[in-house]
């Protein structure tokens, strides 16, 4: 009886976990469906009009700005003029999905009305049915309930079945009329169909089964079929036909696919509601079957594949697929789960993989028209979506991970392993539903580029993948060592709840933050922070150095400012190490604690080590003039892809030697044979992290005190040596780039070792190997205990010391002051001057650029410069059009190459370019003929001081003071375009 009560419990569990499922599912596509059809509608219209001629103002607004100002304010009053479109829409949708709840709420009430209505029932009366009324009325009370049903019959149903349905106070189970036959002829069979059927009542699930029929065909008739309709014909409600918005076929054929595969999710969605009820029911039913046993006969002669209307002709092949996923279990399957209830605990890959694919079509559907209304929190709104589902997700992967490892079935052996599969299929489940979920089918080309990040898919599939996997490791790592201790099974479910929520709190940020950066497709966002040093640009060992530790990750940005870098990794050891008992008196330390903590703080010494002997090495490798920072620098100054100085090249190499010595500590540990290595790993890592970023101000100290960067006056004190104001910066940026580094090593650490071992495992005799003893188990020690307190005390405070400022990070800034409201410009006269119009050739292109702390004069000549009346330049760059100057006996050249587009205006004689343009091109700076360096080509858009004659033209710079001096003469080649 307790298993069944468990078992019950896990399937009533499990159809909620369904039903909330499909409500995810439904509501989740309803939003886009339902976006879709305000777009088509005649408001969408109107309020689109409004919205051009306020973008059309927004650009005259910001045209007379500079482009670094005019960027931030147009976003600032673009958001004003699309806010009006956004809140209509929301209130479309959330008009639309209160309709879908009304008409699903109206189909459930009535569903009794409609049963009876179509199956002609009629109330099972009379004096000759008294017998088996009390009898019916006797189930009842055996089963448990209240009250007895409403007996009805189909009287022209000649099957042997019954039905459970009715709303709250008014439950009713109609017999077939073969049944009653049955009554007199099989007594048993008689009973075991009732209870079955009552089974539904006592499992309180009627409710969630016509809720859930209800809610497939609301969806169906309230959201799919206007999204099908206007999917094909836009402009039907606009009464437009003629203007040809229909788009392309490969346009209107992705919605309808993606259309398609949801409204099959969800479809599949209920009917696996519709068949754990029934699974549900005969277990529940079998125990109150125990003395007649007639259930297993009674579902054994159950026709399979179930009859089919006769307007349905399927092939038996494909009649036999479609059976395994419809409304019903097959009989074989009921059969043994009344055997044995408890493989129906067993989450199986195919349910688990559902999970991802429902969880992520939500995520994904939900995405944009949440960003659309966050506005300017779009990021922030985002990361706590995706958070949302991703404990959700995590929650549901864990317990079907522990009823896959709790199952007691006989099973081949190959299935053990198939614990393996579940996280795989529940990554790839969420990632192939990016590309199904109907807000891809809007937003994303047929390249598969956009918002979405669509083509990136593989990568972002096999990042989730490989996280879902530590994810399962560590939880069943933890599991496997609290289930060798023995308690009493309320303190063991304590403790699985306490491990599940822990792996649950470390996981589900970096399930936001990778949904974040695969959204918006910085999932491969490497950036540098400069190929090129600003002094000893000319030493090539050095310059390579520069090149290889200057690297930026966005998603290594987002990542480090949030707790999880310092506090994921410590919960994932003391978590266990308390629930083990590590740190009590007496208590014992499983095997493996002490090489972890050796490791650790080897791989911490050697950082610190590295670190001291680097300043003398760097002062003996280096000049002066290289290591030496100029006076007045500062440091707020430096951005994304300018030249390097000493003092960061020396930074980044300290942090790639505290990263990689990270990687040893996790490649080591997880090499090892050991149930515990999941959750050692990120003890050695930690002990690494806080090691390292000591090391970090050991380094700096010793570094003024031999005036490596800074030649200065002060003497050798130890203020130089203790952390200041930015230790937990330090911190976090050595813990994030060593989580990313060191969980790649730690899989392949884990996949060495396990190789090692087969290898080893072959070479060695049995009868040799089986003479090794086990690793003992040594006491824990009081000094060890207070470290591992001191460590996780340490670094909980510093990720909690970090929140203010991680909360400030995310904060979006507040929009530039003085913005006005823009206004719907009036019809203006646009300034053309006839001499300017047309295609110029540049003859020479001379400009000075300050380079390595100096002013260069560079040379060039080729580029294509195009004036057309609309308003539009085209700069053309070629293949390759080169600028040159020598510096130091050394060819530096600046490459340009493509096209960019720009908006321009003419007033008093100088040409002015709006910060709206297309730029296709990309500019690059070589060193003998070596490239060495990535520029934003869009810097060099300045104002031009012009003088046009028919046949020549000269361009100079409109504020040489700001923008440097250059003299550009160019030739004319053709009219404009």
């Keep these: 009886m307790s298993s069944r009560r468990l078992v019950g419990a896990s399937l009533r569990a499990s159809t909620d976990i369904r039903f909330v499922m499909l409500v995810a599912a439904v509501l989740a596509s309803s939003v886009v469906a339902f976006g879709a059809v305000y777009i088509a509608s005649p408001a969408a219209e109107r309020v689109n009009r409004v919205q051009g001629l306020c973008l059309a103002g927004m650009l005259e607004a910001v045209a007379p700005m500079p482009v670094e100002d005019a960027t931030g304010r147009a976003t600032a009053l673009m958001r004003d003029c699309v806010r009006p479109f956004f809140h209509e829409q929301a209130i479309w949708v959330v008009t639309g999905i209160l309709v879908e709840m009304v008409v699903a709420g109206l189909l459930y009430l009535l569903h009794p009305w409609w049963l009876a209505r179509r199956r002609r029932m009629r109330r099972l009366a009379g004096d000759e049915h008294t017998d088996m009324l009390d009898e019916l009325d006797e189930l009842a009370r055996q089963a448990g309930l209240r009250r007895p049903p409403r007996w009805l019959v189909a009287p022209y149903s000649m099957a042997h079945g019954g039905q459970a349905f009715g709303l709250p106070g008014d439950r009713r189970v109609c017999l077939d009329v073969g049944l009653l036959v049955r009554y007199d002829l099989d007594r048993a069979g008689f009973r075991a169909v009732v209870r079955h059927e009552l089974a539904h009542l006592r499992n309180r699930d009627v409710d969630r089964t016509y809720l859930s029929i209800a809610t497939w065909w609301s969806f169906v008739a309230v959201a799919v079929a206007p999204f099908v309709v206007l999917s094909l014909n836009p402009d039907l409600w606009r009464r437009r036909a003629a203007s040809g918005s229909a788009g392309s076929p490969a346009d209107l054929a992705y919605p309808l696919v993606a259309l398609a595969a949801l409204t099959v999710v969800v479809y599949l969605a209920r009917n696996a509601i519709l068949r754990a009820r029934e699974v549900h029911a005969d277990t529940t039913a079998a125990a109150w079957d125990i003395p007649d046993g007639a259930l297993s006969r009674v579902i054994g002669g159950l026709p399979w594949p179930p009859s089919r209307s006769r307007w349905v002709r399927w092939t038996p092949r494909w009649d036999r697929l479609t059976s395994r996923f419809g409304s019903h279990p097959s009989p074989a399957q009921r059969a043994a789960a009344i055997v044995d209830p408890r493989r129906l605990l067993h989450t199986g890959i195919g349910e688990t993989a559902s999970y991802g694919i429902i969880l992520g079509l939500t995520l994904y559907n939900v995405s944009i028209f949440v960003g659309n209304l966050l506005e300017a929190y779009l990021m922030v709104g985002l990361v706590l979506l995706a958070l949302a589902i991703g404990v959700l997700l995590l929650g549901l992967l864990v317990r079907a991970v522990r009823h896959a490892d709790s199952s007691t079935t006989t099973e081949p052996p190959w299935t053990r392993r198939r614990v393996l599969l579940l996280p795989v299929v529940a990554a790839l489940g969420v990632a192939v539903s990016g590309p199904l979920s109907l807000t891809a089918a809007e937003n994303v080309g047929l390249d598969g580029t956009g918002l979405l990040g669509l083509n990136l898919i593989p990568l972002s599939a096999l990042l989730l993948t490989a996280g879902f996997l530590l994810f399962v490791a560590w939880v069943r790592s933890a599991d496997a060592a609290l289930a060798v201790r023995p308690t009493r099974p309320g303190r063991r479910r304590w403790r699985q709840r306490l491990v599940a929520a822990t792996a649950i709190a470390a996981g589900a940020p970096l399930f936001g933050i990778w949904y974040q950066a695969s959204f918006g497709g910085s999932i491969v966002g490497f950036n540098r922070w400069g190929q090129l040093t600003q002094t000893g640009w000319a030493i090539d060992w050095y310059a390579r150095l520069a090149d290889w530790t200057g690297i930026s990750y966005l998603p290594r940005l987002y990542l480090g400012e949030t707790p999880i870098p310092v506090a994921g990794p410590v919960l994932l050891w003391v978590v266990p190490a308390v629930l083990l008992g590590w740190c009590r008196r007496g208590g014992e330390r499983p095997p493996g604690v002490r090489q972890a903590l050796v490791t650790g703080a080897v791989a911490g010494l050697g950082v610190i080590a590295l670190g001291l002997a680097m300043p003398y090495a760097a002062r003996a490798a280096l000049p002066p003039e290289v290591r030496h920072t100029p006076d007045g620098f500062d440091v707020d100054t430096l951005t994304l892809g300018t030249p390097l100085y000493f003092f960061q090249v020396y930074y980044h190499t300290y942090l790639v030697v505290a990263v990689l010595a990270q990687a040893v500590a996790a490649a080591v540990i997880a090499a090892r044979s050991t149930r515990l290595r999941p959750i050692l790993t990120p003890l050695a890592v930690t002990i690494t992290v806080v090691l390292a970023t000591l090391g970090y101000y050991l380094n700096r100290g010793v570094s003024e005190c031999l005036h490596l960067i800074r030649p200065g006056t002060r003497s050798c004190e130890p203020v130089f040596f203790l952390p200041d104001r930015f230790v937990l910066d330090h911190l976090a940026m050595i813990a994030s780039w060593g989580l990313l580094v060191a969980v790649p090593a730690a899989l392949l650490g884990a996949a060495t070792g396990a190789l090692w071992r087969r290898r080893r495992a072959q070479a060695v005799p049995a009868a040799e190997t089986a003479t090794v003893a086990p690793p003992g188990v040594r006491p824990g020690r009081g000094l060890a205990a207070v470290g591992l307190a001191a460590l996780a005390v340490l670094a909980l405070a510093g990720a909690a010391t970090a929140l203010p400022g991680n909360y400030h990070f995310w904060k979006p800034n507040p929009p530039p002051a003085g913005i006005t409201e823009p206004t719907v410009p009036a ?151």
């Design 827 to 977: 019809t203006s006269i646009a300034v053309v001057d006839p001499c300017l119009i047309g295609t110029w050739q540049e003859v020479s292109r001379k400009f000075d650029l300050n380079l390595f702390g100096r002013s260069h004069r560079f040379a060039g000549s080729g580029i294509s410069q195009t004036f057309q009346p609309d308003g539009t330049v085209v700069l053309d760059y070629g293949s390759g059009t080169n600028a040159t100057t020598t510096i130091d006996g050394q060819r530096v050249d600046l490459v340009w190459s493509g096209r960019a587009t720009a908006r321009y205006r003419l007033a008093d004689g100088t040409i002015r370019y709006d910060y709206v343009r297309r730029q296709e091109s990309t500019m690059a700076l070589r060193i003998d003929g070596v490239e060495r360096m990535d520029i934003d080509p869009s810097t060099s858009w300045s104002a031009d001081h012009y003088v046009c004659s028919s046949e020549a033209l000269t361009q100079t710079p409109a504020d040489p003071e700001s923008d440097g001096w250059y003299r550009i003469e160019l030739r004319r080649t053709g009219p404009g375009g």
